[in-house]
């Protein structure tokens, strides 16, 4: 076996520990897709177009609320932005590779596969390590594929009364409970939450999500700021 | 009926964020200073799907007695800061809003 594919199989094996939350995550989609009213072929088109479960979900949150499409479009583009800094961290790793990689790596980039490499990457010092992203990745692929799969078969059968979109809010907690310990973060946790909330009616277009996300980052930025200058 | 094309649209926008940076940085361009803005992204982003989606009822009103999604998600906040467990955290909230649902 080459070296790229034994760092592709170690990509493999340290996310999937991972995987765990995401196959209720994708179930949860799938199901949440179909209650809707979306047809299994364009549930289905969502996870390998899209693949990134907070931008389906939002997607979905935000179709079901009425919201326009730009709204929709810019909400996702929010959502995402944090794969900026995911890309920034690869791209000192990646900056040798053809395009053709650089596209294949970048659409498997995910919040799991992340986590997992960006751990890999300070610990290793071959040269092909960036592979290890493409391993995870593909894991999640494959994960999120088949639970989305299952989520459209489920969503048939799951009654409504369960209330399963409640599961939607608690997947964001569940992904935010590392922040819960930071005073800081936990200030732009409310804020943003408040805004959202009392602008849900207010702010037109639907567009509560990415207001509250905008001025809760600004607001990151002037808490941050303070504390670099009481730090010196 | 959900659009194909703004589905392509929105894949294109997630595609490009995680291509973005990839595709243009050379090195480290980054500070640590937007290192830093951006490690708040999620914490700007999840709670204005959170708070709206336990606060608020499909019309969009405002319910806060005996909301049984306000308790469900407190109890979800304790079990994950105790755990660190995604699934645990998912988990102890579906079921403190089902035994609260079904059980008063």
Redesign the interface.
């Given at each position: 076996m080459s070296n790229k594919s034994n760092i592709f199989v170690k990509g493999i094996v340290d996310v999937s520990p991972l995987m765990i939350p995401v196959v209720p995550f994708g179930i949860i989609f799938g199901v949440l897709a179909i209650d809707l009213g979306l047809s299994p072929a364009t549930t289905m088109a969502m996870s390998i177009i899209i693949f990134g479960g907070a931008s389906q979900i939002v997607f979905l949150q935000l179709f079901s609320a009425g919201a326009s499409s730009l709204v929709i479009l810019s909400s996702v583009g929010a959502v995402n932005s944090r794969h900026l800094l995911y890309g920034a961290v690869l791209s000192e790793h990646t900056s040798d590779l053809k395009m053709t990689w650089k596209i294949i790596i970048s659409y498997f980039l995910v919040d799991q596969s992340f986590a997992v490499t960006n751990k890999y990457l300070k610990q290793s010092s071959d040269k092909d390590k960036v592979f290890h992203s493409f391993g995870a990745g593909v894991t999640c692929w494959m994960i999120w594929q088949t639970t989305t799969l299952i989520g459209i078969f489920l969503g048939s059968i799951i009654p409504e009364e369960l209330g399963l979109s409640f599961a939607v809010p608690l997947t964001f907690i569940a992904l935010l409970v590392d922040d819960l310990r930071k005073l800081l973060n936990v200030i732009v946790i409310i804020i943003s939450g408040l805004i959202a909330t009392f602008g849900y009616e207010i702010i037109p277009f639907k567009a509560y999500v990415i207001v509250a996300a905008v001025i809760g980052l600004l607001l990151a930025m002037i808490l941050t700021k303070f504390k670099v200058f009481r730090n010196g | 009926m959900?659009?194909?094309s703004?589905?392509?649209?929105?894949?294109l926008?997630?595609?490009f964020?995680?291509?973005?940076?990839?595709?243009?940085?050379?090195?480290?361009?980054?500070t640590d200073?937007i290192?830093?803005?951006?490690?708040?992204?999620?914490?700007?982003?999840?709670?204005?799907?959170?708070?709206?989606?336990?606060?608020?009822d499909n019309t969009?009103m405002?319910v806060f007695d005996s909301n049984p999604?306000i308790y469900?998600?407190a109890v979800?906040?304790l079990f994950?800061?105790i755990t660190?467990n995604?699934?645990v955290?998912?988990?102890s909230?579906?079921t403190s809003?089902?035994l609260i649902?079904y059980m008063f």
């Open positions: - | 959900v659009d194909l703004l589905i392509i649209y929105c894949g926008v997630t595609f964020s995680r291509y973005l940076m990839i595709a243009i940085l050379k090195k480290e361009m980054f200073r290192r830093e803005v951006l490690s708040f992204v999620p914490s700007a982003i999840f709670p204005a799907i959170i708070f709206p989606a336990i606060f608020l969009g405002f999604k469900a998600a979800a906040v994950g800061l660190k995604v699934i955290t998912i988990f909230g579906l809003y089902w649902i």
